[in-house]
């Protein structure tokens, strides 16, 4: 078998991966054709249908049961942009043409219809900016995220202590 029929073939096989809704890997999402930066801890899904649309920065940490999609019957099709050092909710979903900008954090179970700026906190269904990071919260952001630390488990530690 030449090279070309067993790349086609294993593109395949990891499109049906995705598309049967088991867990896939970064490596995978990446052999797809999404853009993925370093140290990303993906826990969610990426759309299996058009996964070349996704654009995730550096130290960006994806909750369980997130889903990024880039198409849907109502928007079409769009592309999803994260940025660097941004957090992402459990069961948070991201809709088409969707770009969330560096240091944010999106709240559990949102609904991002809009773009989120630079630096804040969004959340609700739909989402909205809920505030800007405070200078001492953007840097335990960024200093969690390049330490690929969980940030809920840091904040009950220092709670309890």
Avoid: K
């Avoid at 804040?120 to 990071?133: E, W």
């Avoid at 630390?149 to 309890?160: E, K, N, P, W």
Wanted: charged fraction near 20%; include cysteine; glycine fraction near 14%.
């Amino acid at each position: 078998m030449s090279r070309r029929p067993r790349h086609i073939l294993f593109r395949l096989f990891t499109h049906l991966r995705v598309l049967s809704g088991r867990p896939t890997g970064v490596a995978d999402y990446r052999r797809l054709g999404a853009t993925i930066g370093i140290n990303v801890r993906m826990n969610g899904t990426l759309d299996g249908v058009n996964p070349h649309l996704v654009s995730i920065g550096d130290h960006v940490q994806i909750a369980p049961n997130t889903a990024l999609l880039t198409h849907c019957a109502i928007r079409g099709a769009g592309r999803v942009r994260i940025g660097n050092h941004v957090w992402i909710g459990f069961g948070a979903l991201i809709l088409p043409g969707v770009t969330v900008g560096d240091c944010c954090v999106v709240g559990a179970g949102s609904v991002v219809t809009r773009d989120v700026a630079p630096g804040s906190i969004a959340a609700g269904n739909p989402a909205r900016v809920l505030r800007g990071l405070r200078p001492d919260e953007r840097a335990t952001l960024i200093e969690a995220l390049e330490a690929n630390r969980s940030l809920g488990a840091d904040l009950a530690r220092t709670a309890a202590g």
